[in-house]
């Protein structure tokens, strides 16, 4: 078995190493050069918190797996792939976001190595999981739901078809949580809406001490512990329904209410906040029909990258999704990662990224980044939300943004922002709760959150 077999099979979809580093031990694994250490575990977070996969970095005899941002200590050294085996697992089991060893034994030998299938995750995150205490099990009773709360876990494991089945199946509608948008298309009616951003989203879904509510694949990240204090819903109480489970527990569950009435609270009152801004062509343009114009003209092998702030926020909440995987907003975010997230996608021939930015990418990480995307066979476009920029309308924004995905290289677009939208946003939902950081806390507090 071959060190990229290995790596396979604990759910890495390619290596990054930094300038100079090896490249035999990923044999049978894409392995991507980066130019320092900063810009490769960039990259690796992309992955592991926007994409499919683990992010892995193989620095010398450093290897470095990554779900979400986390600060890691000393590597810890491993003598066997079987040692390398049980440290993931471990690593799975705490919910560590991240882990560091080093590799002691010798990666162009492995055959041989033990790699039993049931150590094998169809879930390949390292990040902590909300883990209620009620767990579906087999039930001759119909018990009836008010919502299913989805998360990452269902894009990770490739469980949406899954989850579209046991909505249709059992009438439940479904939230889902700000890293997991396009599950459904905006107008199914089994989509209730995008969740987990603000304090009020449970509130307005149906949350209250008294629901019952399911959770698919939610890391903990994804749900702050102020959406269910601010519903009065007790987290132990949720019933936790694995992907592979969903087909047994379309017996045993049904809606309290079943969709294909009036929407939900959450779907009507964020809609009237946005629906009114989608129309609106002049510039500076409103932050829903930016993130409009993006979803208008993106090619299907295309998808937008995220960070927190504010035009994350905005992103996650308006933007218009017919497509699952085109939107990728973190659960947590390093800045810089947006733009990481456009170039891993970038870097396979035809590959389109386009990152949004509260800020201009002047040096630094973000500037590195984008020099090594200037080599890449794909296309990454910028594009900068704030106060700055020559567009008139919303029509020339699209017409700009088409033409630069349509061809390969880097694109920085200014595009100027108008936030004031986003104090009717607040009033409908309450404060950000999303990123528990300094991004939360300003979209909270401000009118203007630029």
């Known amino acids: 078995m071959a060190f990229g077999d290995l790596l396979r099979r604990l759910g890495v979809p390619y290596l990054v190493t930094p300038h100079g580093g090896p490249d035999g031990p990923a044999t049978g694994l894409p392995c991507y050069k980066a130019p320092d250490l900063a810009s490769a575990l960039l990259l690796a977070e992309a992955e592991g918190s926007m994409g499919a996969g683990l992010g892995a970095v193989l620095d010398g005899e450093v290897l470095t797996l990554l779900s979400r941002p986390v600060v890691l200590g000393e590597p810890t050294g491993v003598a066997s792939a079987e040692a390398l085996l049980a440290a993931v697992a471990d690593a799975r089991r705490r919910g560590a976001g991240g882990l560091a060893v080093r590799l002691e034994f010798d990666l162009s030998d492995l055959v041989g190595a033990r790699h039993d299938s049931a150590d094998d995750h169809a ?13 579906a099990g087999p039930c001759s009773d119909v018990t009836l739901v008010d919502f299913a709360l989805v998360g990452r876990g269902v894009f990770r494991t490739g469980g949406a078809p899954a989850v579209r089945a046991f909505a249709e199946r059992t ?12 599950l459904f298309r905006w107008d199914s009616p089994f989509h209730l809406g995008t969740g987990c951003l603000q304090e009020q989203d ?8 008294d629901a019952v509510i399911l959770t698919i694949g939610v890391d903990a990240d994804e749900c ?12 132990g109480r949720a019933i936790g329904v694995a992907v592979d489970g969903l087909g047994e527990a379309a017996r045993t569950f049904r809606a309290r209410v079943p969709v294909g009435g009036e929407r ?11 629906q ?4 609106l062509e002049n510039a500076p343009l409103n932050p829903a029909r930016a993130a409009a114009d993006i979803a208008a003209v993106l090619p299907e092998n295309a998808s937008v990258w995220v960070e927190p702030g504010p035009a994350g926020m905005w992103l996650a909440r308006a933007l ?30 035809g590959g389109v990224g386009v990152a949004v ?26 594009e900068v939300w704030g106060g700055r920029g020559g567009l008139r309308c919303a029509q020339e924004h699209r017409e700009r943004l088409a033409a630069v995905l349509a061809r390969p290289g880097v694109s920085v677009l200014e595009v100027p922002v108008d936030y004031s939208a986003t104090t009717a946003l607040l009033e409908a939902a309450g404060p950000v709760v999303a990123w528990r950081g300094p991004a939360a806390a300003a979209s909270s507090t401000s009118p203007d959150i630029r």
């Open 264 to 274: 939900g609270r959450l779907y009507r009152e964020l809609g009237a906040v946005a």
């Open 171 to 182: 009438g439940v509608g479904v939230l889902n949580t700000f890293t997991t948008k396009g």
């Open 320 to 349: 218009p999704t017919t497509r699952f995987g085109s939107a990728r907003v973190p659960a947590a975010g390093t800045a810089g990662v947006a733009v990481a997230g456009a170039l891993s996608a970038a870097l396979r021939p």
């Open 357 to 382: 930015l509260d800020e201009p990418p002047r040096s630094g990480a973000v500037a590195t980044l984008l020099e090594w995307a200037s080599s890449a066979p794909g296309t990454v476009v910028v």
């Open 123 to 135: 879930d390949p995150s390292l990040a902590a999981r909300l883990t209620p205490s009620g767990t």
């Open 276 to 279: 009114p801004l989608y129309p």
């Open 202 to 209: 449970l509130v307005l879904a149906g949350a209250h001490p």
């Open 224 to 235: 702050p512990d102020a959406l269910f204090a601010a519903a009065g819903f007790d987290p």
